[in-house]
Nanobody, 122 residues
Framework: QVQLVESGGGLVQPGGSLRLSCAAS????????MGWYRQAPGKQRELVAV???????NYADSVKGRFTISRDNAKNTVYLQMNSLKPEDTAVYYC????????????????WGQGTQVTVSS
């Protein structure tokens, strides 16, 4: 019903930058929030940043001042600009969206992308 396609991961040196993108498509009636989570080996998935349709933003403390989330509502796309990357930012990054599908009568549901690997290493 809804597909989230991520792009932009890769290998970068400490202090470098990457920009992740996630485009949502399908039978979308409305998107309430889009965001990014990450999961490092042996750790639980954690919230990185989220942005609502109204523009409210929340960041994990560990990325404040370094990462910036933004959203293009017309394109159903969310971006994550990651600067001053650290080795501890290494993880698989997952796009998430809270989407109402097809009709205003249907409750919104959670949708996830397939994940993109970000590796910060010299």
């Amino acid at each position: 019903q809804v597909q989230l396609v991520e792009s932009g991961g890769g290998l970068v040196q400490p202090g470098g930058s990457l920009r992740l993108s996630c485009a949502a498509s399908g039978s979308i009636f409305s998107i309430y929030a889009m965001g990014w989570y990450r999961q490092a080996p042996g750790k639980q998935r954690e919230l990185v940043a989220v942005i609502t349709s109204g523009g409210s933003i929340n960041y994990a403390d560990s990325v404040k001042g370094r990462f910036t989330i933004s959203r293009d509502n017309a394109k159903n796309t969310v971006y994550l600009q990651m600067n001053s990357l650290k080795p501890e930012d290494t993880a698989v990054y997952y796009c998430h969206a809270l989407v109402r599908v097809g009709s205003p009568l249907i409750d919104p549901g959670d949708y996830w992308g397939q994940g993109t690997q970000v590796t910060v290493s010299s």
